[in-house]
């Protein structure tokens, strides 16, 4: 890293290790131009191709910089992946922005099935955010890919922010820049030149495009969480588990002693209860292995990474293998999720069940979000 080099859109520190994180410039750039009007990556594609690309940062260096939000007056936008929910929310948000009024928005809709009620899935995120101490102005559903939900979420911001400043906030991989760059097309159209504002006056990693004469949309890096299962998996493993379109649920019809493999990443074990449903929303491309409980742990020990796959050689080394622990069901309609990854939607019922996943991603269970 070079210390004393910074960013002139951002303020981040130049450097030339990790392309997904502040200030990175290429080494080979950094050797041709002018070190003292530099602009990192992510900067000189917004400038040069009103594009802006997701950056990373640890836990302990967003709070330091978003809670820089907190002295400052504005709307904050939290975007989150209706796919990962429990993966994307920020339970610290409030913390951190201070009084500023929040809205919600929930990115991928898209991937959810068509016959998605949304004002039911809108109550029942409304209910979770709030189980979890979080209060909105509002919840947004949109497709950043798609473009669903734009014109109302352009419409609402452009009031609830009376003239103020827009800051984005999420995790990453939750759809940010996308959506940040479909906001940059609607509200500038595609030739205008934006420009970033220059270092110093810029908080350390934030990237400002103006909205008007007079106020910004400010683009903050993505925090790290370092219970998303996509840090532990390489990239062929990762396109497999991400779903791209529209999910198809999967139904199972279980006895008790039987067992779902979701690739060798997860494992439900069905061990009392009447036969019932078992309905999995996970990538279309990820298998699922039905199996006796009695032949689970020779399946899983002897075809890991072939049958049962992901995880690959390389992704298994960094997850680890499966850890279980056991729930007993009450008596509603619950999801068990695996962050990340997707969730096993079970009936109701005296139903006990083992859920088995890498000990970096804690399961959980919930009221369903169907
Ligand atoms: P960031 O890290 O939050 O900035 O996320 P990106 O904008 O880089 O997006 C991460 C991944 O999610 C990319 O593969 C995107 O194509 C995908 N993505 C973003 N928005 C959507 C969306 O609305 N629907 C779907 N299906 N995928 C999306």
């Known amino acids: 890293m070079n210390e004393d080099i910074y960013c002139q859109g951002c303020g981040g520190p130049i450097q030339s290790e990790a392309p997904d994180k502040m200030g990175y410039v290429p080494q080979s750039t950094l050797e041709k131009y002018e070190l003292d009007d530099i602009l990192c990556k992510r900067c000189f594609r917004l400038k040069n191709y009103n594009e802006t690309q997701s950056v990373e940062v640890t836990d302990d260096d967003f709070l330091q910089m978003v809670s820089s939000i907190s002295q400052k007056k504005g709307l904050v936008i939290h975007i989150i992946d209706v796919f990962d929910i429990e993966g994307s929310i920020l339970s610290s948000l409030h913390r951190v922005v201070g009084d500023n009024q929040t ?13 998605t009620n949304q004002q039911q899935l809108k109550q029942w995120i409304q209910s979770t955010v709030k189980s979890l101490g979080l209060s909105f102005l509002d ?21 609830l922010r009376k003239g103020q400043d827009v800051y984005v906030v999420g995790t990453t991989n939750v759809g940010k820049s996308t959506f940040i760059n479909r906001i940059i097309k609607q509200a500038t159209g595609l030739n205008e030149v934006i420009t970033t504002s220059y270092f110093p006056g810029t908080t350390l990693g934030f990237i400002e495009i103006p909205l008007d004469d007079s106020a910004l949309l400010i683009d903050t890096p993505g925090i790290v969480n370092r219970e998303q299962i996509s840090h532990y998996l390489d990239e062929t493993d990762l396109k497999i588990i991400t779903p791209k379109k529209e999910i198809k649920p999967r139904v199972y019809q279980l006895n008790s002693e039987q067992t779902l493999f979701i690739g060798g990443l997860a494992r439900i074990d069905f061990l009392k209860g009447e036969r019932q449903s078992f309905i999995c929303y996970f990538a279309n491309d990820l298998t699922i292995h039905r199996t006796k409980l009695s032949n689970a742990d020779d399946l899983y020990n002897n075809h890991l990474g072939k049958l049962l796959s992901p995880p690959s050689e390389s992704s298994l080394k960094s997850l680890g293998k499966l850890q279980s622990q056991s729930y007993k069901v009450p008596n509603k309609k619950v999801d068990f999720v695996f962050p990340g990854l997707g969730w096993i939607t079970i009936s109701e019922g005296d139903v006990t069940v083992d859920i088995h996943s890498s000990k970096h991603v804690s399961p959980m269970m919930r009221s369903s979000l169907y």
Request: glycine share 6%; charged share 25%; net charge negative.
């Open 103 to 115: 809205i919600l928005v929930v990115n991928k809709i898209d991937l959810l099935p068509k016959s």
């Open 139 to 159: 919840v947004y559903l949109i497709s950043s890919t798609k473009g669903h939900g734009f014109e109302d979420l352009i419409s609402d911001v452009e009031k």
